[in-house]
């Protein structure tokens, strides 16, 4: 099992910034990918950046250039800065570690975590 508590959530003005931290625990070997995606009233979730193990990044198109993901692996976080917020920023943000190999092994390899709110006024 993994456990993934995430922090770093929000009210913040347009333009303004902030950072988000997701930490894993749990009994696990390793864990090839981490992301955080995000959930706006009414719409699906979405990916909004996720972080390989050997620190290949991808971004949705709507945050590149704002937001960047980085991973400390010692530390199993995985942090999301936020710059340059958007009203349309405005969701509730999860964390996710994806590909997980857990000691003992298990089928299951996918988490997320409980979710941070966060909201950009204009």
């Known amino acids: 099992q993994v456990q993934l508590v995430e922090s770093g959530g929000g009210l913040v003005q347009a333009g303004g910034s902030l950072r988000l931290s997701c930490a894993a625990s749990?009994?696990?070997?390793?864990?090839?990918?981490m992301g955080w995606y995000r959930q706006a009233p009414g719409k699906q979730r979405e990916l909004v950046a996720d972080?390989?193990?050997?620190?290949?990044?991808n971004y949705a198109d709507s945050v590149k250039g704002r937001f960047t993901i980085s991973r400390d692996n010692a530390k199993n976080t995985v942090y999301l800065q936020m710059n340059s917020l958007k009203p349309e920023d405005t969701a509730v943000y999860y964390c996710?570690?994806?590909?997980?190999?857990?000691?003992?092994?298990?089928?299951?390899?996918?988490?997320w975590g409980q979710g941070t709110q966060v909201t950009v006024s204009s």
């Open positions: 996710n570690a994806a590909r997980v190999v857990s000691t003992p092994p298990s089928a299951r390899d996918n988490y």
């Open positions: 749990g009994r696990f070997f390793s864990i090839n990918a």
């Open positions: 972080i390989s193990s050997g620190g290949n990044t």
